[in-house]
């Protein structure tokens, strides 16, 4: 945080990590190391982040966890957002034509704002319609399977493919 603050000050990049944990696999600590890292990121401002999805020291990458980080970070990214006060999300005047013990739900402030909420991805949440919880797990690994039967990677742009030819070239002249 000492260094991310120096950086800043100085207009600097800083270099930090998130999204990586020591466990073998995926599991509570791992959880736990992966949202603390990632939101430690972004609160001590660092801004070049990476080894994201890595686990046992970086000596494994998994797709799953790397999922499970896009799910944290998404969240992390919404917190970070804060709460906007103004004249229209503070609803003074909805509030007081409303009044104590009126009916919200009729407003339309209400339906203008009512979905401005983080919702995840994975993670569940029994208000959503999931009262027996998922297993994360098992709902990280089906989003895997199914990036990896239908991703296709898209060609390279032909002054991309000239490019590297180009240093292919220029490296086996050597």
Avoid at 7 to 13: D, M
Avoid at 102 to 130: D, E, K, Q
Avoid at 134 to 158: F, Y
Wanted: proline letters at 5%; a negative charge; glycine letters at 8%.
């Amino acid at each position: 945080a000492a260094l991310a603050d120096i950086a800043n000050y100085f207009e600097l990049p800083f270099w930090g990590t998130a999204g990586m944990t020591d466990t073998v696999v995926l599991d509570e600590q791992g959880a736990a190391e992966i949202g603390m890292s990632c939101l430690l990121a972004v609160l001590t401002g660092a801004n070049l982040v990476h080894d994201v999805g890595l686990l046992d020291q970086a000596s494994l990458v998994d797709p799953a966890t790397i999922l499970f980080c896009d799910e944290v970070i998404d969240h992390v990214k919404h917190f970070m957002r804060g709460i906007h006060l103004s004249p229209e999300t503070f609803a003074m005047d909805v509030i007081d034509s409303v009044g104590a013990g009126g009916n919200y739900l009729t407003s339309r402030h209400t339906l203008a704002h009512f979905r401005n909420f983080w919702s995840p991805t994975y993670f569940t949440r029994p208000s959503m319609g999931n009262k027996e919880g998922q297993d994360l797990m098992g709902a990280l690994n089906k989003k895997v399977l199914e990036i990896e039967q239908t991703h296709e990677v898209p060609p390279l742009e032909p002054e991309k493919v000239g490019a590297l030819m180009d240093l292919e070239k220029k490296w086996l002249r050597r």
